[in-house]
């Protein structure tokens, strides 16, 4: 064999995608090959129709590596550990946890440190499922080929697939790697998966010049991952591995996933909360030290300030809110695979969803078999039927749906029909006929294919068992009604036929002067609970919008059909010729995204992100991989393929969607309590600091000893423990909850005054009616603030956990009903029990209690008519 010219190859990256490899994951060399002539693409990778020798094949595979889309690379498991520690909150609590055993309670502490780790282990599991996700795709590829190698055919292991290699490709064959076809027959793939077509596509082996359509609409290159549904065809070999479509795809799962809506409030919240205390607290310790004189005191009364205005209970209160909700959830089969998905669900208020296999019950279905007209008869049902019950050919999807619903469907008698010939389907004709002895009146040839090609042998038509002539006039009209179908989304066969007196062979002669009896239109049907679900969805104030890799006619068709108005359309060539302002823009608009490549829909995702919305995608095919993780909630179903599964945050084992809506009641619902724990936590935490501020001014003494600081913390923590358990009023969970930090810090600048002015009142009712002011009698001052603290952030619970008058027309759960109950008792019991004076307590006046009744009742009434303003000027909701 003759010497080939080394071509220039692209040279192999241990990690992340091929630099030649476009943004659509499509490798240009790909598309440089479709535009040339099979010849020339055999040259351009230096090679030849008797494929590679053994030797240059080595050669390649040594310098550009295996054909696999996903190494068996995992990140080091210490790697994950140290990323969730590297945490605001997690170095936060650790110093405090640290400073809690300086100042003398270890317990409160170790409680801190239980807090640390259950966040740190719950962030550890999910990252190392994540990592996970790459070694899914590397079982796509363990399966074999037939190759040319020095003009022999030979079976290798796809993973030695090199660039130039000549592949041979049969019925049934999955595509091996991307490449560029050189001669095919009848050749139909299957690539659903990638493009969200739900019919085969006819391949070609002739150049291709389109410029201006998506490499994946070109039909002489075929994609690894797709399969052949039919025919035959050789191949060479353009790009393997990473540089492969699904290996740019495989790249995007190994990447760290983009921070959610809600890890971004959590983190948020987490600095507003370091903010102050990097204010507060050493405030406190220069007042207390210029003030008091005891420098070391201050700084331990300062450190347990810092204690008392951390949210520590939060990754507990969230970590269980998010179980319940995942345990609430898995009993509706549903799978929360990632938690902070549940709380997500809830923060969408826009869902992105795939049309095949999501929307649609991803099979194909005779939906009309009508004559000329488009009117129903069952005619040409029984034409179609027979044609496809007695080809002896392979049955391709639409014959296969053709003889489903004539079996299920009542239908004329066939019974009495025998075959006498086929003329077999070839593309050239674009069509296939079967001859029937009909009883007791001859034979009659039954045609069945495209209407276009049925069309030019037609010299009849029927309707109304009327036989018309076809002139031009009606040719027009004809073609007209065919044409509606088209545009309503349909694949669309065409129906003759023609009689003959009895002979005993027929050819594809035979095929002209037909008579046009009608059509099958074929659909990929939605789904029964899709258009209720989402209806429910958009009831709850979640906007749905369609992104597909499928055609616009189909897509509006299924729109329509589950009720997406299709007003705004936007096609991949569109967006791909956009800026990211003009998509953000345009995408806000449009409700459906047709003829996307994986890329599209990721960008899509993320300009609606960029324009503030917490965003979910509901996709089940490979090319939805990206799109799933890119989203704040990445959502399959459970017949998707397992790429899609696992980049999913949460998988639906049930195909009916209202189960996605349940979904999102429960998020909200997850998201309302973990927010009464934020607003409680936080308003009444800046109240007490606040006080502690003012009145470390003007005391001398510390207003309330560091341990009795921390203890007064630990209750109230413990207090709100069965927040999780606690019910959402339904305006909680009538629309999207998304973070924000505007309104929580209004909730803390406005409620915490509230508790700050109680306790001042306290202060001088102490200080002037029970003569505190002597240091003498410190201990009881701190005793009764401690008690009043106490109780009053505990009540104010029920308060803050709803919109509505407290105990009249929202009430708490039982178990936050109790454990509040438990708290104030234990409060006001400690210093009359043997702990008292362990924590520096004294017994306190008996008037002091009549006092404090007024006191919480002035609060609670002033708190509510704070909150009930607040709400009625719309800075807060939910």
């Not at 050919?393 to 029909?417: I, Q, T």
């Amino acid at each position: 064999m003759p010497s080939l010219p080394t071509p220039v190859l692209p040279k192999r990256l241990p990690h992340g995608p091929h630099p030649a490899v476009a943004a659509d994951h499509v490798s240009p060399l790909l598309v440089e090959a479709s535009a040339a002539d099979p010849d020339a693409a055999l040259q351009q990778f230096g090679t030849s129709a008797a494929g590679l020798a053994d030797e240059e094949a080595e050669r390649r595979l040594r310098e550009n590596g295996p054909n696999v889309v996903a190494r068996d690379e995992r990140h080091p498991r210490i790697r994950l550990l140290r990323k969730a520690l590297v945490n605001p909150l997690v170095i936060l609590l650790v110093v405090l946890s640290a400073s809690s055993f300086l100042t003398g309670d270890p317990r409160a502490g170790c409680v801190i440190l239980l807090m640390v780790l259950l966040g740190v282990v719950v962030r550890f599991v999910q990252e190392a499922r994540a990592d996970s996700a790459a070694a899914k795709l590397r079982a796509m590829i363990s399966v074999h080929a037939t190759v040319r190698r020095g003009g022999r055919a030979r079976e290798v292991p796809v993973a030695d697939l090199v660039q130039g290699d000549v592949v041979e490709l049969a019925a049934g064959d999955m595509i091996p790697a991307d490449v560029r076809l050189l001669a095919c027959k009848d050749l139909f793939v299957t690539q659903g998966g990638l493009t969200g077509e739900s019919f085969p596509v006819e391949k070609f082996a002739a150049r291709e010049d389109a410029a201006g359509r998506s490499p994946l609409e070109r039909t002489n290159v075929c994609y690894l991952g797709t399969s052949v549904e039919s025919g035959a065809a050789t191949a060479v070999v353009v790009a393997t591995g990473l540089t492969t479509f699904l290996g740019g795809i495989s790249t995007t799962l190994v990447e760290p996933q983009p921070p959610t809506s809600f890890d971004r409030g959590v983190t948020r919240f987490t600095w507003l909360m370091i903010y102050f205390i990097f204010v507060m607290v050493p405030t406190v310790f220069l007042i207390n030290g210029l003030t008091k004189g005891d420098w070391a005191g201050a700084f331990f009364f300062a450190l347990a300030v810092a204690v008392g205005m951390t949210p520590e209970m939060l990754p507990m209160i969230v970590a269980v809110c998010l179980s319940k909700g995942a345990i609430g959830m898995s009993r509706k089969r549903v799978i929360v695979k990632r938690l902070n998905a549940i709380q997500n669900l809830g923060a969408m208020d826009v869902l992105c969803t795939d049309k095949t296999g999501t929307l649609t019950q991803d099979r194909i279905v005779l939906e009309k078999h009508c004559d000329v007209t488009l009117k129903e008869d069952d005619e040409v049902l029984l034409l179609a039927y027979l044609n496809s019950h007695f080809q002896t050919g392979l049955k391709n999807l639409m014959d296969r749906a053709v003889l489903s619903h004539a079996e299920v469907h009542a239908h004329p008698s066939f019974a009495d029909y025998a075959k006498v010939d086929e003329i077999p389907f070839d593309f050239s004709r674009r069509m296939m006929s079967v001859v029937v002895e009909r009883p007791g009146a001859g034979h009659r040839l039954i045609c069945k294919g495209a209407p276009e090609a049925l069309y030019e042998r037609c010299a009849n038509f029927e309707l109304d068992g009327e036989i018309q002539p076809v002139n031009p006039m009606f040719r027009a009209d004809l073609k007209e009604e065919f044409d509606r179908l088209s545009a309503d989304g349909f694949r669309v066969l065409a129906v003759a036929y023609r009689d003959f007196d009895a002979r005993p062979a027929y050819s594809k002669d035979d095929e002209r002067d037909l008579t046009l009896r009608g059509y099958v239109a074929f659909l990929d049907p939605p789904k029964d609970t899709a258009r209720a679900a989402i209806a429910a969805l958009r009831a709850g104030g979640v906007a749905v919008k369609v992104l597909t890799g499928d055609n616009e006619l189909v897509s509006r068709k299924i729109c329509r059909d589950v009720g997406i108005a299709t007003d705004a359309v936007l096609v991949g060539n569109q967006v791909e010729g956009m800026s990211d302002a003009e998509l953000a823009a345009a995408a806000g608009r449009a409700t459906l995204f047709a003829r996307l490549s994986p890329a599209h829909k990721q960008r899509v995702i993320r300009c609606l992100q960029g324009a503030g919305h917490a965003v979910g995608f509901l996709g089940d095919g490979i090319n939805d991989a990206p799109a799933l993780r890119g989203a704040d909630v990445g959502i399959s179903v459970d017949t998707a393929t397992d790429i899609a599964k696992e980049s999913a945050d949460v998988i639906l084992l049930e195909k009916d969607l209202l189960v996605l809506e349940e979904g999102v009641r429960e998020g909200r619902k997850v998201f309302a309590n973990i927010l009464k724990y934020v607003r409680m936590g936080a308003s009444s935490n800046f109240g007490n600091m606040f006080s502690v501020l003012g009145a470390s001014a003007f005391l001398p003494f510390v207003p309330m000893l560091p341990i009795q600081v921390l203890a007064n913390n630990l209750l109230y923590d413990f207090s709100q423990v069965a927040i999780p358990t606690d019910d959402a009023d339904p305006e909680q969970v009538a629309k999207p909850r998304p973070w924000s930090i505007g309104q929580i810090t209004r909730y803390i600048l406005f409620i915490g005054p509230c508790s700050s002015a109680f306790d001042y009142v306290t202060f001088f009712i102490m200080l002037y009616g029970f003569g505190c002011w002597d240091p003498a009698n410190a201990s009881v001052f701190q005793t009764a603030w401690f008690v009043e603290s106490l109780l009053t952030q505990t009540l104010i619970i029920h308060v803050i956990r709803t919109n509505r008058i407290p105990f009249l027309q929202s009430r708490a759960s039982w178990p936050l009903i109790v454990s509040t109950i438990a708290v104030m008792l234990v409060g006001a019991s400690l210093p009359f029990s043997p702990v008292g004076p362990l924590l520096g307590f004294a017994p306190l006046p008996l008037l002091y209690w009549p006092l404090l009744a007024l006191i919480l009742f002035g609060y609670v009434l002033l708190t509510q008519v704070v909150k009930t303003w607040l709400v009625r000027k719309s800075w807060v909701t939910g």
